[in-house]
T-cell receptor
């Protein structure tokens, strides 16, 4: 499976936008890009996923580079409840396996 | 409205004493997964079931087994826990997998995990 690379940690001020980057230079044409987050003492939570086009939902936006070798998760207004570890995951077309990278620990500063 | 329920949240067992962790789901999903997450690490997939078909990861130790008696329940059995098996164990479900054109690549829904301690 292709691997993802993320910064270990990032900080953001409350109510400001946050851009969480992910590199996946070995992505294949049928790999979907998934993002999950894990709040302290909880299981991971689905955030968003996409293939080629940018995606928006109520939680976040996903911007995918034209060559698909990188993507960015965008939280439009960070809140204290967004403090979590964010995982960028590649999942093949069959999606039957799921391998987490090391993730980015996001700290939100009041 | 918990959809993936893991019991208990905390489990303590003795070195070498078999232990079973349980997971139930109200989503009627076809796929159930078990992950191991050690402190400050990402979750690591152990195995999964698609309906009754069991799929083991190549590097999952033989000490770890699983059972899925019906759609709603899945169990993780650790036959002889060692100190290195102390971790959070996460259960997850998804509706299916396969090409997205046939309804696959669905999000996974996780429980809040069982934290296992070994004395």
């Amino acid at each position: 499976d292709a691997k993802t690379t993320q910064p270990n940690s990032m900080e953001s001020n409350e109510e400001e936008p946050v851009h969480l980057p992910c590199n996946h230079s070995t992505i294949s044409g049928t790999d979907y890009i998934h993002w999950y987050r894990q709040l302290p003492s909880q299981g991971p939570e689905y955030v968003i996923h996409g293939l080629t086009s940018n995606v928006n939902n109520r939680m976040a936006s996903l911007a995918i580079a034209e060559d698909r070798k990188s993507s960015t998760l965008i939280l439009h207004r960070a809140t204290l409840r967004d403090a979590a570890v964010y995982y960028c995951i590649l999942r093949d077309e069959w999606g039957n396996q799921f391998y987490f990278g090391t993730g980015t620990s996001l700290t939100v500063i009041p | 409205d918990a959809m993936v329920i893991q019991n208990p949240r905390y489990q303590v067992t003795q070195f070498g004493k078999p232990v079973t962790l349980s997971c139930s789901q109200t989503l009627n999903h076809n796929v159930m997964y078990w992950y191991q997450q050690k402190s400050s690490q990402a979750p690591k997939l152990l195995f999964h079931y698609y309906d009754k078909d069991f799929n083991n990861e190549a590097d999952t130790p033989d000490n770890f087994q699983s059972r899925r008696p019906n759609t709603s329940f899945c169990f993780l059995d650790i036959r002889s826990p060692g100190l290195g098996d102390a971790a959070m164990y996460l259960c997850a479900t998804s509706r299916s997998y396969g090409p997205i054109s046939t309804g696959g690549n669905q999000p996974q829904h996780f429980g809040d995990g069982t934290r296992l301690s070994i004395l």
